[in-house]
């Protein structure tokens, strides 16, 4: 199962769950803006997509402001504002957990940000609100990204968002622009961020725009060019999120064996008392020195 995490109604996955449910795989939507909890583990997941958002990623409060469509709850400012959003403790720890048993992470606009700070990073505000269309650059790096090898080095996209991070160490920048350095990353060999939305259709545009008009009005020619600059994307859009579902499907039996295991590690030879006087036997027998390691196939007490 997918697990993805929306904090407004608005910014759902888009392109990115229509490329997972071509791949068949299984999605469970935590609605975060509606009151849902979020997981408190990784148990039966094999992948974790958070959305974006118009909370700080920083411990400050979100401003609140601005209409959203007939029936949804209203849609707080993206302009960046003080204050800290409900779930976002139990956010980071999921996203924590999803780092340490290795299950593939996405994270857009606020999901990367978030991701950065599970992983160590720092959030901050920005120099201001970055909103419309307009170009990254990829890195080297990109070239030989499982999700962006084939992205262009140069690729336009849709940003909206005023914050931004500084990535933690061994973290692999991917995609850039002058303005806001941090656009695209990798953490490790399976967890990605996205800055830029990337995974916007011709609905999200036009949800966005709805739901945030002030922020909508400081880029003209948003909704007008919106056409043409999806037509141009596509392609690199779908293909990084077929990749990701590729990459998700084909270690789905892998993440989900770690995820199960990884939480337990801690507490394995509090659970199984009776067990470690055999296991140091075992190790007494087969000479093993510190640091070495023998995996144990038998299911025992366990």
Known sequence: ??????????????????????AGLPVRVCRVWAGDAVPRTTDGMVALVVMGGPMSAYAEPPARGGPSAPGEPPAPSLSPGPGDFPSRADELALLRAALEAEVPVLGVCLGAQLLAVAAGGVARPGNGPQIGWGEVTMTEAAHDDPLFAAVPDR?????????????????????????????????????????????????????????????????????????AELAALARHRDDVFERFAAFVAGRAERTA????????AAAWEERFADDNPRYAAAVRRMGLRPGQRVLDLGCGTG
Not at 158 to 169: I, R, V, Y
Not at 189 to 196: I, K, L, M
Not at 257 to 264: M, N, Q, V, Y
Request: charged fraction near 15%.
């Open 1 to 22: 199962m997918i697990q993805v995490v929306e904090h407004v109604p608005q910014e759902r996955p888009y392109a990115i769950g229509a490329e997972l449910a071509v």
């Open 155 to 227: 690729l336009r996209v849709l940003h909206w968002h005023g914050d931004t991070m500084d990535l933690p160490p061994g973290a692999t920048l991917l995609a850039s622009c002058d303005r806001y350095p941090v656009q695209a990353f990798r953490i490790g060999g399976s967890a990605w961020g996205v800055q830029f939305h990337l995974e916007v259709d011709g609905t999200a545009v036009a949800a966005f725009a709805g739901a945030f008009p002030e922020e909508a009005a400081t880029a003209p020619g948003l909704l007008e060019s919106a056409p």
């Open 257 to 264: 064996t770690r995820a199960f295991f990884t939480r337990r």
